[in-house]
């Protein structure tokens, strides 16, 4: 990288010009917001029950009194050693924002197809402190098109980021919304999968504003770099791309 030297002066016009093209990002993405939030909604034609801490809990039981819930699909398949690496890089995140989304009436819930023992013990290992279910005993996974089995592949294809695509994960990184109406009922408004899912990732932003940025343009995929968080003195690269970033 040779940066280009200039005065003060010259720094100036460019970044009021730099900040124009900013402002104008910052308006689409209201109107993006206000698109999303018009988006209609799916009854839930599913009583799901999942795995927890404080035993079986219906997903209505898992908004924490709060009327909308945020939930993270966390790539963690039966029988895994550990979580996938960029999915927890997603979760570093939540727990220092869950008591400022408690405030705008959000819950945050974390959802993986591995055993609760499972899940339990990566929890302790990492520190984190957010409320995660297992789905090992029911299809939400499959049913939101995060996991997949041999019955969904068609033509070596599943149905990801709302298109078929030759994926050859048996579990994938999504986002998922779900709301409550005054009679209880839970409803699901939106999802999001790729990149999208960049935005449970504020470390990037900020890695966005500084002058060597993502630099991962010479990785073997995008999120190469990414560790869990007590691996980064590690050497040895995460296995495999779980969660590479996908436009």
């Known amino acids: 990288m040779t940066p280009t030297i200039v005065t003060r002066d010259q720094w100036l016009a460019e970044r009021r010009a730099l900040l124009a093209r900013e402002k104008e990002l910052t308006l689409l993405n209201d109107r993006l917001a206000e698109a999303r939030r018009a988006l209609p909604w799916v009854r839930l034609a599913q009583d799901y029950v999942f795995d927890t801490p404080d035993g079986p809990r219906r997903l209505a039981d898992l908004f924490q009194g709060r009327r909308q819930l945020l939930v993270q699909h966390f790539m963690f398949g039966p029988g895994w050693a550990e979580g996938c690496p960029s999915c927890s890089f997603m979760a570093d995140h939540l727990d220092a924002m869950a008591p400022h989304l408690a405030q705008r009436d959000i819950s945050l819930l974390v959802v993986s197809r591995a055993p609760l023992a499972e899940i339990e013990a990566f929890r302790h290992r990492m520190g984190w402190r957010f409320a995660w279910a297992s789905s090992h005993g029911n299809s939400f ?39 409550k109406d005054d009679a209880g009922e839970v409803f699901h408004t939106y999802a999001t999968f790729g990149r999208g899912l960049e935005v449970m990732m504020g470390s990037y932003d900020l890695i966005d504003l500084t002058p060597r940025g993502r630099d991962e343009a010479g990785l073997p995929y995008p999120m190469a770099w990414v560790r869990h968080h007590d691996r980064y003195e590690a050497t040895t690269p995460p296995a495999a791309a779980c969660c590479a970033r996908q436009a």
């Open 141 to 179: 996974n499959r049913d939101f098109n995060v996991s997949f089995g041999p019955q969904d592949r068609i033509d070596g294809e599943v149905f990801y980021n709302f298109e078929m695509q030759p994926l050859t994960l048996q579990e994938a990184p999504g986002i998922s919304i779900f709301c």
